[in-house]
């Protein structure tokens, strides 16, 4: 038998009140988050590098970066398909989609979030609810920089807030409607596609709804688990086999190329600090949660004598009356908020101990919303209950020095530039990365692949392409102060052999080139040899692998002398990376995303994703040679002893 429920009190005089406060407040925060994200919009380089998959496929090419090569340089799958289908859809300018879509999903995210934590405190019906947590989100920079950065930042978030609300509605409802429950399922299902990580989130929210009490319906508690499960699994799953057999890897390339499994736990704590110190992001947590713990036991329902359920004396039946209670509970708002908490603390674990990123503040976003998504709202006084009446109640007093200390808080953090160093990139790795592009571009706001022309290196790049019809192997020199285009071994056929540029930044590159112009980068986001090469130690973060040029050489097959090859390359490891690349197994790996895809092959490649996944090659070519026990090249000539 439940306790009886806390007494409300009289209701309000002005009934109307509560529900324009709480309307008030959540569209305040909606217009002030837009309007910030606004002011700082722009497209990261990174967020080019979607929108270059995504012209693959309006293309006709496929999910791939580079035609004819099958690799996964998005890590959200979903993400890249969000932003196809709005582009399909309206035929607008990509950049223009990509933006539109970001600035909505973000703004939408802390709407649907607030929403859920009013039903949470108890909805307008006897509290004055105010935004608190939401103002708190809002006001960090980096929560405002990524609302349009067009990378997946805000579907995450999106993600989250719908999860948020879907299951607090069903942890309220005693009678659960099939439609809405399974509806929640699979939007938990969605979890690995909306980022590999947040698995960890989906899998627990799936879990709880899996061991709740089985609401009634026609089909038998088995068969409603089982059909539970169908639904959480058909996309997933079915994207998991696509994936594993179209690219020959159990998850995104990306996560070989930054080694997701790694451990930098010093790196994750700088980058934690690097976040949580400039803002005193602290305090606001702080405040929040003795907010909410008042609030908590103030409501809290009194104990009534007799409510006691008898406990059996039977031991089989005590535990299933264990498992039933254990049961009844996960059916509860307080079980959701465990949840959505627990999943914020276990992604700041996993987020740190990867050693976090190279953009201030990107990454541990979602982890701050999900630690606040139970306090977005707080009430200004508690539920009435008859023991608040009879004391005076200091609660309503509390919460608004709370809420002003807050708002002093976010006058403070809006306004906190955390990185100074403007281009310059720390010994940390970690750089402010809006800021960086917006100097290094001279633009406030680039949006257009067109706008990053204006980054060094990048006209020229185009310049260079176009003075070599022959195609090539374009590298950026060392000193990063022009290109060298080498060329392709004559005879040429007619038209060219097409380029290769082997560039860092991918975005603004492949974004300002034809489709038929291969990109691929040392650090190994769309090319297979240098995801799969051994990390840097010391590296920086999300860039600690870093192939040297002489494998590119190589690969593509252009001339490997000098002159005609730029002269920072020397001819021996150019060889020697030749004969590294006759490997069996390196072979084998690179046919997986370049031979054909046949039916033999997608089979070959489902069999053999978690193998190549985990498969490495030695960085330095000589050492990959004794890897594979292959012999050294010949010397290659007294002419060119380099």
């Not at 596609?193 to 799936?206: F, S």
Request: glycine residues 8%; contains cysteine; hydrophobic residues 50%.
């Amino acid at each position: 038998m439940r306790a009886p429920l806390p007494d409300p009190g009289p209701a309000p005089s002005r009934p109307w009140q509560p529900g324009v406060l709480l309307g008030a407040g959540i569209a305040l925060t909606a217009v002030l988050f837009a309007a910030g994200a606004w002011q700082r919009r722009w497209i990261a380089d990174d967020g080019l590098i979607v929108l270059r998959t995504v012209r693959n496929l309006l293309a006709g090419h496929g999910p791939v970066f580079n035609m004819n090569e099958r690799v996964e340089t998005n890590t959200s799958a979903a993400w890249t398909y969000v932003v196809w289908f709005f582009s399909w859809l309206t035929g607008l300018r990509l950049e223009y989609v990509v933006l539109g879509i970001s600035l909505t999903l973000s703004v939408a995210a802390i709407v649907i979030a607030m929403l859920g934590a009013a039903r949470l405190w108890g909805g307008t019906t006897s509290a004055l609810l105010a935004p608190a947590g939401a103002i708190v989100y809002i006001a960090l920079p980096p929560a405002r920089d990524y609302a349009s950065s067009g990378l997946e930042s805000c579907l995450v978030l999106f993600w989250l807030a719908v999860l948020w609300w879907s299951m607090l509605r069903w942890s309220q409802t005693d009678t659960v409607r099939p439609a809405a429950f399974f509806a929640t399922v699979f939007w938990a299902g969605l979890a690995p596609l909306i980022r590999p990580e947040l698995a960890m989130v989906g899998g627990l929210a799936l879990l709880t709804l899996f061991c709740a009490p089985v609401p009634r319906t026609r089909l038998r508690p088995w068969r409603f688990r089982a059909a539970t499960v169908a639904v959480a699994g058909a996309v997933p799953v079915g994207y998991q086999i696509w994936r594993m057999g179209y690219y020959g890897l159990p998850y995104p390339n990306t996560a070989v190329a930054k080694e997701a499994s790694g451990a930098k736990w010093e790196q994750g704590l700088i980058y934690l600090g690097d976040l949580a110190v400039p803002y005193w992001l602290w305090l606001p947590l702080v405040l929040l949660a003795g907010w909410a713990a008042v609030l908590r036991w103030r409501r809290r329902a009194p104990h009534v004598a007799g409510t006691e359920a008898s406990v059996p004396t039977d031991r089989t039946a005590l535990s299933r009356a264990r498992i039933d209670e254990f049961s009844r509970r996960l059916h509860s708002p307080a079980a959701v908020v465990v949840l959505l908490v627990g999943s914020g603390i276990l992604l700041t674990v996993y987020e740190t101990r990867v050693g976090g990123d190279f953009m201030h503040g990107r990454m541990l976003l979602p982890q701050l919303f999900c630690l606040l998504l139970p306090v977005m709202v707080l009430p200004l006084r508690p539920v009435a209950t008859a023991a608040v009446r009879r004391r005076a109640d200091w609660t309503a007093t509390a919460a608004l020095v709370a809420l002003s200390a807050i708002i002093g808080w976010a006058l403070f953090a809006a306004n906190t530039t955390a990185i100074t160093s403007g281009t310059e990139i720390r010994a940390t790795g970690i750089v402010d990365e809006r800021i960086y592009y917006v100097l290094l571009s001279g633009h406030d706001h680039p949006i257009r692949a067109e706008d990053y022309l204006d980054f060094p290196r990048m006209r020229p790049l185009i310049n260079d392409l176009a003075e070599t019809p022959n195609g090539g192997l374009a590298i950026n020199l060392p000193d990063q102060t022009y290109w060298y285009v080498i060329p392709p071994p004559e005879p040429v056929p007619a038209g060219g052999t097409g380029h290769t540029v082997y560039f860092l930044n991918l975005g603004m590159s492949s974004m300002n080139v034809p489709l038929d112009v291969r990109v691929i980068d040392p650090v190994g986001l769309a090319y297979p040899v240098a995801a799969h090469s051994d990390r840097l130690t010391d590296g920086r973060i999300g860039h600690d692998k870093n192939l040297d040029a002489s494998w590119a050489v190589a690969d593509t097959g252009v001339v490997a002398l000098h002159p005609w090859m730029a002269a920072h390359i020397r001819v021996l490891h150019v060889e020697q990376a030749r004969q590294a690349l006759s490997c069996p197994q390196t072979q084998d790996l690179l046919a997986s995303s370049r031979a054909p895809l046949t039916f033999t092959r997608f089979r070959n490649n489902l069999r053999q994703a978690f193998g190549f996944a985990s498969t490495r090659i030695e960085r330095i070519a000589k050492y990959d040679l004794q890897r594979c026990d292959l012999p050294e090249p010949p010397f290659p000539g007294p002419y060119y002893p380099n």
